[in-house]
């Protein structure tokens, strides 16, 4: 990192840290007006100071890349694009699955025919099992994941982009409140979840 970089990086740690009321030098363009200033074009587009109709409500979901990302070394593009969507990490592990675990996750599909087949693929090799937490993530996550079926799915989403056949659809992602608090649960102790705060909060969403 050069000097002006490291120069750059500090000043931007020290506005952030001085919006969240430490004590640190601000210099010349007080925080708090460019806080100010920030919050009116966050508003801007909703019109005449009503807030803006952005969901704030800070879900967590489960997302896994399934034995078959993690062969063909997609990891780090699929975790690129939560990333990039704004979305935060608060777990993350790399695994292999038991069968009893599997038996739990899928316990709504223990009866279809697909079921040992499944066992077989998701037992294959290691899975990177993650909690994302963002704004709505659980029908977001859903939308940027893509239908069950990847030549259902849309160009852009993650299956549509990766993989061609339903029982090699690289991705997991929860599908209701009640499947993300269970999946959540059933992957991780509850101290693996960190609360972090992200420097870039106040630009991705309302304040
Ligand atoms: P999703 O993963 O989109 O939530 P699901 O919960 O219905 O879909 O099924 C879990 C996984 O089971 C799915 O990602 C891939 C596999 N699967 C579903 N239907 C299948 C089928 N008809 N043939 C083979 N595998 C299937
Ligand atoms: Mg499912």
Redesign the pocket.
């Known amino acids: 990192m050069s000097f002006l970089q490291r120069c750059v990086f500090s000043r931007i740690l020290q506005q952030v840290s001085g919006a969240r009321g430490q004590r640190v030098a601000t210099g010349p363009v007080p925080v708090s007006t460019q806080l100010a200033a920030w919050r009116g074009h966050a508003t801007a587009g909703a019109g005449s100071g009503e807030k803006s109709s952005v969901p704030c409500v800070h879900e967590r979901t489960f997302i896994a890349v399934?034995p078959d990302g993690v062969q063909r070394r997609l990891i780090g593009q699929i975790i690129h694009r939560f990333e990039r969507r704004g979305f935060k990490l608060v777990a993350l592990k790399l695994l292999q699955v038991s069968k009893g675990l599997l038996s739990q996750h899928?316990c709504?599909?223990t009866k279809?025919?697909?079921?040992p087949?499944?066992v077989g693929?998701m037992t294959s090799g290691p899975v990177v099992a993650m909690v994302w937490e963002g704004p709505d993530i659980i029908k977001t996550s859903?939308m940027m994941?893509g239908?069950?079926?990847p030549a259902e799915a849309q160009s852009g989403t993650i299956?549509a982009d990766f993989s061609f056949?339903?029982?090699r659809?690289v991705?997991?992602?929860?599908?209701s409140a009640e499947g993300a608090q269970r999946e959540i649960k059933l992957w991780f102790d509850k101290q693996d979840l960190l609360d972090w705060d992200s420097i870039d909060q106040s630009v991705t969403s309302e304040l």
């Open positions: 399934k899928y709504q599909l279809k025919p697909f079921y087949e499944l693929y859903r994941v239908p069950t079926n299956r056949h339903v029982s659809n991705v997991h992602a929860s599908d």
